[in-house]
Nanobody, 112 residues
C-alpha cells in the first residue's frame, strides 16, 4: 500500500512563492508517475504538473511559474509568482503498476 503525505501549503501574498512536498511510503517504483492536481471550490480537479522518468509536463496556466521535481519517494512543486487564481487544495498523486494513489491535500491560499 502506498501512502502520500503533502506539506508546505499556506497563505501567501500575490507574487509570492511556496514549495509543496509530497512524501511517499510503501511500494513505489521509480518508473511511477508522480504529480500534482488542484481543486478550487466549485471547480473540477485539474492537473497541474507531473513527472515520469525525469520528463515533466505542465498545465499551460502554470508554465514558467511552477517547477516539479522528484527525489526518489518525494515529489516537490516549487510555485513562484503566485496569483489569487492559484488558490486551491493541492493533491499529490502517484500512478504505477500497483494502481493510483492520492494524498490528503494541502491548502494554498493566495491573497493580500
Amino acid at each position: 500500500q502506498v501512502q502520500l503525505v503533502e506539506s508546505g501549503g499556506g497563505l501567501v501574498q500575490p507574487g509570492g512563492s511556496l514549495r509543496l512536498s509530497c512524501a511517499g511510503s510503501g511500494l513505489i517504483f521509480s518508473s511511477a508517475t508522480m504529480g500534482w492536481y488542484r481543486q478550487a471550490p466549485g471547480r473540477q480537479r485539474e492537473l497541474v504538473a507531473d513527472i515520469k522518468d525525469g520528463r515533466t509536463a505542465y498545465a499551460d496556466f502554470v508554465k514558467g511559474r511552477f517547477t516539479i521535481s522528484r527525489d526518489k519517494r518525494t515529489v516537490y512543486l516549487q510555485m513562484n509568482a503566485l496569483k489569487p487564481e492559484d488558490t486551491a487544495a493541492y493533491y499529490c498523486y502517484l500512478q504505477g503498476p500497483g494502481g493510483s494513489f492520492w494524498g490528503q491535500g494541502t491548502q494554498v491560499t493566495v491573497s493580500s
